[in-house]
């Protein structure tokens, strides 16, 4: 039989005096939990639960900060089963700072603290879009606010998330062509990343079907996000390249947009041409076999949608561009890279957009350690579920190599993380229960209350120890 148990340390030392505890475990610690009781211990988890609310009327037995809790250490172990919620935190040590417990009579946790089916039914009262609205509720209200995270530097991009392409009973799943120029069946998650110290976290998401375009399915977003203020630079891939969307950001949000030309613009080649022409080329700050030029006042020279957008504004006027134009000197290719910002050099604009590749790297490690696409189930509400689980695990051990507890952890992927962890060499704890409650003892705490116990509860003691 297993019980959901209330901390009371008091009790316990009671109990444990008149020799009346039903039970007695060793607590080690995890990487894992280490990480979720930092998260706890900074009001992360309490983030969470305010932007997302309970719905359950009735069985609240189980606290939903633990069932987040629950489920979000479930998809930092890789376990992407609902079944496997139930068992994600085994560490009575950060249950214990979360109030509760379990313990198991039958030492056999054969039902878990959950079942599947109340976890389902629970989570099944989410849409998909409460789901990440949620998200992004938590994240910018509430935990960026709370560990006082101001990025000025955003990444924008898209990634497409694969289904069975068999399987057409995905909801919301659409069909499209590939980069392999195959037919592939799933959803698109569009992300802004904003850039913190040395590494960035997710702060806002959309999410769609995979054959609507990149622009279509993120322009909503990046024109209504909150955590765009004044003087903030936006980096972009050519996805995304919409002349009346960059006027936007620069007139009436008043940031600047970084993103590269494709070849078949005007712009492109007239920036090429006027580069070659004024020859004053300078050494790429980071590629060898490639050199830099600055080309300043394009903005007449984009031709995609000019008379569009100029009618959106009194001054009937584009905003200006600079481009930085790279050459190759192997191959002799050029790559032209776009800015608003005509304060910046051609090294600033190279500098600044090699950030980019960076959210591709977050898409690589959540699809292929983190298991992203490792849907258990065709629901829409399961999917965007699984998602902003993950997704919400990955903040946490992100913030959490920004703190001291973590900080030498940065820079490093959590499954390369786990794979050589060794825990800290410590002495255990060990969890006493009785009736409904439990307490944490260090040994040196039992050692004491050994000491005020009577010679049958002595003995008790020294044969759990033993």
């Given amino acids: 039989m297993i019980k959901l148990c209330k901390e009371n340390k008091n009790i316990l030392i009671e109990k444990i005096k008149a020799n009346n505890f039903d039970k007695v475990v060793s607590s080690q610690s995890n990487l894992v939990d280490d990480i979720i009781l930092t998260m706890h211990k900074q009001g992360i988890l309490d983030c969470l639960t305010q932007a997302m609310p309970d719905k359950r009327k009735h069985n609240t037995t189980i606290p939903f900060n633990l069932v987040m809790a629950l489920s979000i250490a479930a998809k930092m172990k890789i ?15 950060v249950l214990s700072q979360l109030g509760y417990n379990i313990v198991d009579t039958d030492r056999n946790l054969k039902n878990g603290m959950m079942q599947e089916s109340s976890l389902r039914f629970l989570f099944g009262k989410y849409t998909a879009d409460d789901l990440f609205k949620n998200y992004n509720l938590a994240v910018q209200d509430y935990v960026m606010p709370k560990l006082d995270i101001v990025p000025n530097i955003h990444i924008l991009d898209c990634t497409e998330l694969s289904v069975n392409f068999d399987n057409e009973n995905y909801e919301g799943a659409t069909i499209t062509t590939n980069k392999y120029n195959k037919p592939d069946r799933g959803y698109k998650l569009a992300c802004i990343r904003g850039i913190v110290d040395d590494t960035g976290i997710i702060e806002e998401i959309c999410f769609g079907g995979m054959n609507v375009h990149d622009l279509k399915l993120s322009e909503k977003m990046l024109r209504t996000t909150k955590i765009f203020k004044p003087g903030d630079i936006l980096i972009e891939d050519r996805g995304f390249l919409n002349r009346e969307l960059i006027n936007y950001l620069k007139i009436k949000r008043e940031m600047d947009t970084y993103i590269p030309l494709k070849s078949n613009m005007n712009a492109y080649h007239i920036a090429i041409q006027i580069a070659e022409e004024g020859n004053n080329w300078e050494p790429h700050p980071s590629r060898k076999n490639q050199k830099i030029a600055l080309v300043t006042h394009l903005k007449n020279y984009w031709w995609s949608d000019i008379e569009q957008s100029r009618k959106k504004y009194q001054d009937n006027e584009d905003v200006e561009i600079n481009c930085c134009v790279v050459r190759d000197d192997e191959s002799n290719n050029y790559f032209v890279f776009a800015t608003t910002d005509t304060s910046v050099t051609a090294k600033q604009i190279i500098q600044i957009y090699e950030l980019r590749p960076e959210i591709e790297e977050d898409y690589r490690q959540l699809k292929d350690f983190w298991k992203l696409e490792d849907f258990k189930s065709t629901k829409l509400n399961m999917v965007s579920l ?23 952890y940065a820079h490093k992927s959590l499954p390369v993380i786990l794979k050589n962890y060794q825990p800290p060499a410590s002495p255990p704890y060990l969890v006493f229960y009785a009736d409904d409650y439990f307490g944490v003892f260090s040994i040196a705490e039992i050692i004491k209350l050994y000491e005020l116990c009577n010679s049958e509860t002595q003995k008790s003691l020294l044969n759990y120890l033993e």
């Fill in 79 to 93: 376990k992407t089963s609902l079944t496997d919620i139930p068992y994600a935190i085994t560490d009575h040590r």
């Fill in 386 to 408: 699984h998602i902003i689980m993950v997704l919400f695990g990955y903040l946490f051990f992100l913030l959490y190599t920004l703190l001291p507890d973590g900080e030498e």
